[in-house]
């Protein structure tokens, strides 16, 4: 074999005419690709009374910068075949914190930080990556969907605009008013984990993926009728080491005027001492085997009577030793209000996995969720509404005999909307969250109280966001 030896303006040469024979113009490469996103900041300003239930705790609170973008591209349909390809930004929560200085695992000041910041709201940028890519086949003779490769988990266990998978999903249409899905993942991630770590500034996970396989069908079924609209859903999983068998089911009635809605979720926990959620155990972050969760919602809407407003009643409970029966920390699972779940003060979580919010400290042998919750909306013009979030809740923890204790919690929420164009949107909402506990439980990662620990906590949180989507 000889080997030809070219200059380095040789070699630009060739390059050259290589690129250009297969080069095409923008205009047309482009050529029909649907494009689709969204650009959303947000401002979060946290204030915090006896923190993790300490007398005076330091830490007062924090303020965040948060900046979000999302571009999703689809190819047209070619041959039954089309691509998707989204890129997304998503900054780390900036903690700017008044210059408070900065605090630990276990909301404590660390010395020496007084009068600093991290990041200060424009620290250096490091999540951007790829959302989806994947392969999209739409058979002619069927009204089947096949997707493969990296996508959004759209399961009512997952968090739609975070959580992701790489696998392969199935849906079919074939029978009328049903759907019909199968999905196989042999990876995937949520936003809530935490595998071992947590971040102090942010408790988001790290972006680790999970290795385990998670396998899932569903049936879903929509009927009109002449009073309303029908919809049912019924879906089954299973994952390896982590979840033996779960089910979610919905079913519900709507029409313009009034909905009811119910759900109910089961979860098998595999409790294998090799497995991932017993080890979280060791950590004091799991429960017995059998979870389930249900929740039963109502509400009404007056504007066909000319009187812009809506009313919504729930609740939210559990029969079974737990209510870990979701993936992500939230889900598909009907509820309002916007800060009594995933954090210390209630030691809510619904999720199967290790992640924020679980308050216990060691290994404990269930927990019960008690919920009622409403909300009431109003619009005061065709394009701003103002609304107010309630909720009352206990979360009795189990420990085992003499080592029982409830966290009663109330959160009040008022929220204002202004869809200022198709586009463009403003919401900001002012959260005040209050709970008190027995004296026996203590908050994750906090160990054993101080003798000036307190029996009652206050998180305040002031957001507002700016949204624009494509």
């Known amino acids: 074999m000889k080997f030809l030896k070219l200059s380095l303006a040789a070699c630009v040469a060739v390059c050259g005419i290589v690129s250009s024979a297969s080069a095409q113009d923008l205009e047309e490469a482009i050529r029909g690709v649907d494009v689709s996103g969204m650009l959303r900041y947000r401002y979060r300003d946290d204030r915090y009374t006896d923190r993790n239930y300490v007398k005076d705790n330091a830490d007062k609170g924090v303020a965040r910068h948060q900046w979000r973008a999302e571009a999703l591209f689809k190819t047209p349909v070619m041959d039954a075949v089309s691509m998707n390809l989204s890129v997304r930004y998503h900054n780390p929560e ?53 997707k493969a490769g990296k996508m959004i988990l759209t399961t009512p266990l997952n968090d739609p605009l975070d959580d992701r998978g790489t696998g392969i999903l199935a849906m079919n249409s074939d029978l009328s008013h049903w759907t019909f899905v199968g999905g196989a993942f042999d990876s995937w991630s949520i936003d809530d984990f935490q595998p071992g770590y947590v971040d102090p500034f942010t408790g988001n996970n790290t972006g680790g993926s999970i290795t385990k396989p998670l396998y899932t069908i569903a049936a879903l079924a929509n009927y009109e009728t002449s009073a309303g609209n029908i919809g049912a859903q019924i879906w089954g999983f299973k994952i390896d080491d982590i979840l033996d068998s779960g089910m979610f089911l919905q079913l519900g009635f709507s029409n313009s005027l009034f909905h009811i809605t119910g759900q109910y979720a089961f979860a098998n926990l595999d409790n294998d001492p090799q497995h991932l959620l017993a080890q ?66 209630t030691g809510v979580s619904i ?76 919401s900001t909402y002012y959260a005040m969250l209050t709970t008190d506990r027995d004296k026996n439980i203590s908050p994750k990662n906090v160990g054993v109280l101080p003798a000036n620990s307190t029996d009652s906590e206050d998180r305040n949180r002031l957001q507002v966001e700016v949204r624009y989507t494509f």
């Open 351 to 426: 999720s199967t996995l290790p992640i924020e919010g679980q308050s216990m400290s060691n290994v404990h042998q269930g927990n019960s969720l008690s919920v009622f919750y409403g909300s009431l909306n109003y619009d005061i013009l065709d394009n701003l509404n103002v609304g107010i979030e309630y909720v009352n809740g206990t979360n009795e923890l189990k420990y085992g005999v003499g080592s029982n204790g409830d966290i009663d919690f109330q959160e009040i929420t008022p929220i204002i909307r202004w869809q200022y164009t198709k586009n463009l949107a403003f």
């Open 94 to 146: 900036q903690n700017v914190n008044h210059g408070n200085g900065l605090y630990d695992n276990n909301g404590n000041l660390i010395p020496g930080t007084e009068g600093s910041s991290k990041g200060f709201g424009a620290g250096k940028d490091s999540s951007f990556g790829v959302g989806e890519f994947n392969v999209v086949i739409t058979p002619d003779f069927t009204n089947t969907t096949i």
């Open 280 to 345: 979280a155990a060791y950590n004091g972050e799991r429960v017995r085997g059998g979870a389930d969760l249900y929740t039963l919602e109502a509400g009404v809407r007056f504007h066909d009577y000319n009187v812009p407003l809506a009313l919504k009643l729930g609740y939210m409970g559990n029969t079974q030793d737990s209510y870990a029966v979701s993936l992500d920390n939230e889900g598909s699972f009907n509820k309002v209000g916007q800060i009594w779940f995933e954090n210390n003060a």
